[in-house]
């Protein structure tokens, strides 16, 4: 038996050896980002995930963050900032509308607090595409950022979630594009005649426009004064 301690002395000290060496599991890599998920986890953002889900726009953003190196700024309104809408607003909206009010939110840059105090204003968001025709002001007091549409003025609540590439921002109010409230501008009125201004004579033309032939018209006046002498002359000629 004293013969045999030494051995399994020799082997546990062998098994600890190995174990020790073995690498550790390395960590899950992570999944790909999902805005959705991001808000979902956030919870009180009900109504902004139904239209990004709706309109496809969350799709378009998921893609965009896991196949390029675009960043992108998410202003996300709350249950409550929706709720806080003119009844009727949302469904007086058409569905292009509504992917339109969702790209609204949407900046295709990177921005941090910090970025917000030099940005340039207008800046453009995902809405209307490269023409820009719906942008948003950005200002800055402090450590706080207020966001203005020309008809919303709202302020970032809060920072959801940011990791160099996305950054997604609480914000208290809706964000609504001045262009879905604009009055389009009235068309312009006929010009009017300038007083004093001569209409232009039809009176010689025919129905169709064509000026009437003045050379028959006097070749058949002739005609009629020839006949009329002839016959004068004839009664002339009767009484000699």
């Given at each position: 038996?004293?013969?045999?301690?030494p051995?399994?002395?020799?082997?546990?000290t062998?098994?600890?050896?190995?174990?020790?060496?073995?690498?550790?599991?390395?960590?899950?890599?992570?999944?790909p980002?999902?805005?959705?998920?991001?808000l979902?986890?956030?919870?009180?953002?009900?109504?902004?995930?139904?239209?990004?889900?709706?309109?496809?726009?969350?799709?378009?953003?998921?893609?965009?963050?896991?196949?390029?190196?675009?960043?992108?700024?998410?202003?996300?309104p709350t249950?409550?900032?929706?709720?806080?809408?003119?009844?009727?607003t949302?469904?007086?909206?058409?569905?292009?509308?509504?992917?339109?009010?969702?790209?609204?939110?949407?900046i295709?840059?990177?921005?941090?607090?910090?970025?917000?105090?030099?940005?340039?204003?207008?800046i453009?968001?995902q809405?209307?595409?490269?023409?820009?025709s719906?942008?948003?002001?950005?200002?800055?007091?402090?450590?706080?950022?207020?966001?203005?549409?020309?008809?919303?003025?709202?302020?970032?609540?809060?920072?959801?979630?940011?990791?160099?590439?996305?950054?997604?921002?609480?914000?208290?109010?809706?964000?609504?594009p001045?262009?879905?409230?604009?009055?389009?501008?009235?068309?312009?009125a006929?010009?009017?005649?300038?007083?004093?201004?001569?209409?232009?004579?039809?009176?010689?033309?025919?129905d169709?426009?064509t000026?009437?032939?003045?050379?028959?018209?006097?070749g058949?006046?002739?005609?009629?004064?020839?006949?009329?002498?002839?016959?004068?002359?004839?009664?002339?000629?009767?009484?000699?």
């Amino acid at each position: 038996m004293k013969q045999l301690l030494p051995l399994l002395l020799l082997f546990l000290t062998h098994c600890g050896l190995t174990s020790a060496q073995s690498p550790a599991t390395a960590p899950a890599p992570p999944g790909p980002t999902n805005v959705t998920a991001i808000l979902e986890k956030a919870s009180q953002f009900t109504t902004f995930i139904r239209l990004l889900q709706n309109t496809k726009v969350g799709d378009q953003i998921n893609t965009q963050l896991n196949n390029s190196n675009q960043g992108l700024t998410i202003f996300a309104p709350t249950d409550n900032s929706f709720s806080s809408l003119k009844p009727g607003t949302l469904n007086s909206f058409t569905d292009q509308q509504k992917v339109e009010l969702i790209q609204f939110h949407v900046i295709p840059s990177f921005y941090s607090t910090s970025q917000f105090q030099t940005a340039s204003n207008p800046i453009r968001t995902q809405a209307g595409g490269s023409e820009g025709s719906f942008p948003l002001n950005v200002t800055t007091s402090g450590n706080q950022v207020n966001i203005t549409t020309g008809v919303t003025n709202a302020t970032v609540a809060n920072t959801i979630y940011t990791d160099g590439q996305l950054a997604v921002y609480e914000v208290d109010q809706v964000l609504l594009p001045l262009s879905f409230f604009a009055t389009p501008a009235p068309a312009p009125a006929p010009a009017k005649a300038k007083k004093g201004a001569r209409l232009p004579d039809t009176s010689s033309g025919s129905d169709d426009g064509t000026p009437a032939d003045s050379s028959c018209a006097i070749g058949l006046s002739k005609e009629v004064v020839v006949r009329v002498m002839v016959c004068v002359l004839g009664v002339l000629a009767a009484f000699l």
